[in-house]
């Protein structure tokens, strides 16, 4: 079945760094949607990309969608503390409409 | 202000003794789901509802069940929770932006079973 992957699980980033996680799915994907979720907190949608080749960006926040529609990134510039947590790619479940597949997530610890 | 509201926030909860997590939205979404989520883990589709129209996922045990008495509540039904349901229980409502389905999350229900 369809599976949707992120990597790292885990990422320990210095405050001001940059990083990027990275989600990949099995299957070509319709669109691919992002979320943030907060330590202790719910799932919170950032940004939904639909077109091949696709850059959308949220201030320090660049989100890409491959040419082949089956990986997305997420790259962050100069992290602050503020963006601690663990952030899931989804993607639509098996041509099931209304359903997401969630990748594990990649959570993220941020040094001061 | 809230838009998806789950009651209660934390539930403790005997081996066995049933449960009822509740759910209300403000936002008018004709889909409704329930999500279990597990420490460290992607939330897990336990059902939705299109509507009235109920969509069970193949592995939710027979343990879980849920009712969507208008489009505003609904409710997640643990018969007889066992030391594995322990877990964060969480509410979403969806729209349609460009086609696609964007989830929007209550705060979630920690259930707790001792």
């Known amino acids: 079945g369809q599976q949707v992957m992120q990597i790292p699980q885990y990422q320990h980033v210095q405050e001001g760094e940059d990083f990027t996680t990275y989600c990949n799915s099995s299957?070509?994907?319709?669109?691919i949607q992002w979320y943030k979720q907060r330590p202790g907190g719910h799932p919170v949608f950032l940004i939904q990309l639909v077109k091949s080749g696709e850059v959308k960006k949220q201030k320090r926040l660049t989100f890409q969608f491959g040419e082949a529609k089956k990986n997305s990134s997420l790259h962050i510039t100069a992290t602050q503390t503020t963006d601690v947590g663990t952030y899931f790619c989804a993607g639509p479940q098996d041509d099931s409409w209304g359903k997401l597949q969630f990748g594990a997530g990649t959570q993220v610890v941020v040094t001061p | 202000d809230a838009m998806v509201i789950q009651n209660p926030r934390y539930q403790v909860t005997q081996f066995g003794k049933p449960v009822t997590l509740s759910c209300s939205q403000t936002l008018n979404h004709n889909v409704m789901y329930w999500y279990q989520q597990k420490s460290s883990q992607a939330p897990k589709l336990l059902f939705h509802?299109?509507?009235?129209?109920?969509?069970n996922e193949a592995d939710t045990p027979d343990n879980f069940q849920s009712r969507r008495p208008n489009t505003s509540f609904c409710f997640l039904d643990i018969r007889s929770p066992g030391l594995g349901d322990a877990a964060m229980y969480l509410c979403?409502?969806?729209?349609?932006?460009?086609?696609?389905?964007?989830?929007?999350f209550g705060a979630g229900s920690r259930l707790t079973v001792l």
């Open positions: 979403a409502t969806s729209h349609t932006v460009l086609g696609a389905n964007v989830l929007t």
């Open positions: 509802y299109y509507d009235k129209d109920f969509n």
């Open positions: 299957t070509t994907l319709s669109n």
